[in-house]
Structure formats: C-alpha cells, structure tokens
C-alpha cells in the first residue's frame, strides 16, 4: 500500500464547540435531519441530529460527528467494516432541501432531505410480511 498522509491531526480543535462560525460558513444546523440518495446505483442515508450522525451506504454503516475544521462543518466517520469511502466529508451545499457532501474516498453523495416519517419515493420497498400471531402480555 502507498503511505498518504493523514487531512488532519488526530487531537488538532481541543473538541470544544465554536459557537458562531465567521463568514459564509456552512451552518451545521443547517445539516440536521435524514438525506437520502443514489450514489453509482446504490442508496446513501445520512441521518445528523445533535451534531451526531449516522450513515448508511451500499453494505456500509458508519456513525460519527459533525466536527468544526477550520470554521467548516465536516462529517467525521468511522465505518463498522472498515471501509474508508466516506471517513471525511466536506460539505460542498447544503439548503433546506438538499445537501451536497464530497467525500475524501473520492465518492460525492448528492442527497435530497426527507420528509420526518416519510419514506423518499423511488425506494426499493420490502415485502409484506406474514400475519404473525400475537404475543401474550406476560
């Protein structure tokens, strides 16, 4: 494997949270709540809540932060399998309802917001299920 340096300093920021960001900073407010996509054919979800976030991509699940570099929010992720396409983010646009994320791995997610408790159209959808007998209290 070729060495490539690392794009930032494990540590580097101290983790405190900045308040208000200068200029024409992507606000990571702004990012709050679930984006859903097609990347290459497959489904991309990014949930953010809480500056908390949660992907799933392909066969990949990684969760992490919302983290300040430099005044610009980044998604900073860590993948369950390994997988190191979508370990760091960078916000290329994000409006109420799309966001735009550029990933170190090379990937570019372009993401439209979902709607709270509905599903995006055009989603694979599962099968009925069975009626299951029910359950007695215990």
Known sequence: GTD?????TPGAGGGEDSGESGG???DAAALEGTWVGLTDGKNVTVSIASRKVALV????V???DVKDMGGEPMLALKCTD???DRTMGAIDSVDGSKLVVSWDGGAKDTLAKAEAG???SGMPSLPD???LPEVPAP
């Open 4 to 8: 490539t340096p690392a794009s930032a």
């Open 24 to 26: 024409g900073a992507v």
């Open 57 to 60: 991509a392909d066969q990949s």
């Open 62 to 64: 990684c969760q992490g």
């Open 82 to 84: 390994g997988g190191t």
């Open 118 to 120: 509905k599903l995006p």
């Open 129 to 131: 299920l069975p009626d």
